[in-house]
């Protein structure tokens, strides 16, 4: 079994200031790891993915990850916010042998301008 | 590269009509795609799992004979939603990979379904 945990819903953060979007995961194997974000009305985007190799991942729009395993944590972190990044992000595990993606709740990033 | 397409994004119906979504790999075939469904401020539930050529693996709880679906072809999979009801309206993602091993799923851009 494998699960996702986002422990934060909702996340504010001022323009150009950095954030940090949290999600741990459980897996009783080894695992891939995805971050996704979803604009109003749309479906998902792949901001980035852990398969294997380095811990940390560059995405798109400037955004990374760091996986660790021994925190079981796959963070997402953005040094300067913008408008433009408001928007639903959702962290995702797939474990070896499943083949299917499991979600976390997600976390909704508002901007404050 | 890896488009997904959905179609329609949006539909509403009459309760007891059928609805068909469609899915489709713009630029890759997928052997594998994925049909989700998010109610409002919630996270993706994977309803079914369907690969190209065989039936369809269904979540548990999710009625297959409501939810049909059909995955003809490398690049087309289709949800059918039959006898809707009020209580199906949601939004209906799909997702698809490109072959066993492949890790990455794409996803399609959404279909949002209302049931009068």
């Known amino acids: 079994a494998q699960s996702v945990t986002q422990l934060d819903s909702q996340v504010p953060v001022f323009e150009e200031a950095p954030v940090e979007l949290r999600c741990n995961y459980s897996s009783s194997v080894s695992v891939y790891l995805f971050w996704y974000v979803q604009y109003p009305n749309q479906g998902l985007q792949l901001l980035l993915k852990?398969?294997?190799?380095?811990?940390l991942v560059k995405g798109i729009n400037g955004f990374e990850a760091e996986f660790n395993k021994s925190q079981t944590s796959f963070h997402l972190r953005k040094p300067s916010v913008h408008i433009s990044d408001t928007a639903e992000y959702f962290c995702a595990v797939d474990g070896f042998g499943n083949e299917k993606l499991t979600f976390g709740t997600g976390t909704r990033l508002t901007i404050i301008p | 590269g890896a488009v997904v397409s959905q179609h329609p994004s949006w539909v509403i119906c009459k309760s007891g009509t059928s609805v068909k979504i469609e899915c489709r790999s713009l630029d890759f075939q997928a052997t594998t795609m994925f049909w989700y469904r998010q109610f409002p401020k919630q996270s993706l539930m994977l309803m079914a799992t369907?690969?190209?050529?065989?039936?369809?693996?269904?979540e548990q709880g999710v009625e297959k004979d409501k939810f049909l679906i059909n995955h003809a072809s490398l690049t087309l999979s289709t949800l059918t939603v039959t006898s809707a009801h009020p209580e199906d309206s949601s939004f209906y993602i799909c997702s698809a990979r490109e072959g066993q091993g492949q890790e990455t799923q794409y996803f399609g851009p959404g279909t949002r379904l209302l049931v009068l």
């Open positions: 852990y398969l294997s190799g380095s811990t």
């Open positions: 369907s690969n190209e050529g065989s039936k369809a693996t269904y």
